[in-house]
C-alpha cells in the first residue's frame, strides 16, 4: 500500500528534544516534496517544515526555524524531523505527507511539550 508512518512522538520537558520519522511505503519519496505538518488540540493543521525531491532544499515556518530541522535518507525512504530547543506551543499531532498525489493522512505522531 502507499502510505507514510509517523513516528518518534513523545513527552518532553521544555528545552527537550525529540526526533520524528516519516517512514514512505509504496512509493520513492525521490519524486515528491515531503511535507510535515502539525495539529494543536482545537487548531487547523499548519505546515511546519518541508523538503524538496531533489536538491534537499529545506523549509521552515517561521514558529520553527532555528529549532527544527527536516532531512532525507533516500536509501532508507524515510524523512526525519528533528526538534530541539521544544516549546509548549510545539505540543500537537505531526503528520508527514508529500506534495502531490496527497496520501490520506495516517495516525499521525503525538508531541507534547509539557513541565
Known amino acids: 500500500q502507499v502510505q507514510l508512518v509517523e513516528s518518534g512522538g513523545g513527552l518532553v520537558q521544555p528545552g527537550g528534544s525529540l526526533r520524528l520519522s516519516c517512514a514512505a511505503s509504496?512509493?520513492?519519496?525521490?519524486?515528491?516534496?515531503i511535507g510535515w505538518f502539525r495539529q494543536a488540540p482545537g487548531k487547523e493543521r499548519e505546515g511546519v517544515a518541508c523538503?524538496?525531491?531533489?536538491?534537499?532544499?529545506?523549509y521552515y515556518a517561521d514558529s520553527v526555524k532555528g529549532r527544527f530541522t527536516i532531512s532525507r535518507d533516500n536509501a532508507k525512504n524515510t524523512v526525519y524531523l528533528q526538534m530541539n530547543s521544544l516549546k509548549p506551543e510545539d505540543t500537537g499531532v505531526y503528520y508527514c505527507?508529500?506534495?502531490?498525489?496527497?496520501?490520506?493522512w495516517g495516525r499521525g505522531t503525538q508531541v507534547t511539550v509539557s513541565s
Open positions: 505527507n508529500r506534495n502531490a498525489y496527497t496520501i490520506p
Open positions: 509504496g512509493f520513492n519519496l525521490d519524486y515528491y516534496y
Open positions: 523538503i524538496t525531491s531533489s536538491d534537499g532544499s529545506t
